[in-house]
Each structure stands twice: as C-alpha cells, then as structure tokens.
Nanobody, 123 residues
Framework: VQLQASGGGLVQTGDSLRLSCAAS????????MGWFRQAPGEEREFVAA????????NYADSVKGRFTISRDNSKNILYLQMNSLKPEDTAVYYC?????????????????WGQGTLVTVSS
C-alpha cells in the first residue's frame, strides 16, 4: 500500500499550487483522507480532511477559505488546491488515509501515510 504525494514546489506569496496524492496497492474509496503538514522545527499539523465520498470536508482555521480538499475515487487520487499561499504555508505536506470513512483532524485517526511533498512559499 502506497500513497504518493506530488505537486510541491517553490512559489511566491499569493501563488497557487495543487497537490495530488495517488494511492496504489489498494483502493481508498471507502476511507476518509486528509492532508497534514510539518514546517521545519514544528510539529505535524492538520490541514484538511474529506469523508469517503467527498460529502464533507473540514479545514484548519489557518487555511480555511484558501485551500480546498477534493478527491476522485474513480482515479484513487486525493487533491489539495492551495490558493493565496503565504510564507507560513511553507512545509512538507503529507497525505494520509484514515481507518474509517470519516477523517478527523487527529493524526491518530490515520493509518496510511504518504512520503510528503515540499512546498516553499517565498515572500
């Protein structure tokens, strides 16, 4: 089972990026999924989560209104559209699959993690 995150890069303040997370080895269409991030020297923090069918989403306050999580279960891919990026968004972004259909903000809810993709936002 593998989650492969991609789409990170170096951008400027105000730019947009779309992260993707492709799952292989099994389908996650029945699992909630989420994005977390970890900045240098910081703890890993919750960014966004989505239920198994995309019917509900939730976001960290710091990204609400700027980031959008979505999924395409037919392709087994999770997305994170990031707009109006700020330097404080700089981090390694990780995708994760939850144990159940509902994904929360606690990392303990997730049992499959991707390897991370680096997003750097310059001022």
């Amino acid at each position: 089972v593998q989650l492969q995150a991609s789409g990170g890069g170096l951008v400027q303040t105000g730019d947009s990026l779309r992260l993707s997370c492709a799952a292989s080895g099994r389908r996650f269409s029945n699992n909630g999924m989420g994005w977390f991030r970890q900045a240098p020297g910081e703890e890993r923090e919750f960014v966004a989560a989505i239920t198994w069918n995309g019917g509900r989403t939730n976001y960290a306050d710091s990204v609400k209104g700027r980031f959008t999580i979505s999924r395409d279960n037919s392709k087994n891919i999770l997305y994170l559209q990031m707009n109006s990026l700020k330097p404080e968004d700089t981090a390694v972004y990780y995708c994760a699959a939850a144990r159940g259909a509902i994904a929360g903000s606690q990392s303990s809810s997730y049992n499959h993690w991707g390897q991370g993709t680096l997003v750097t936002v310059s001022s």
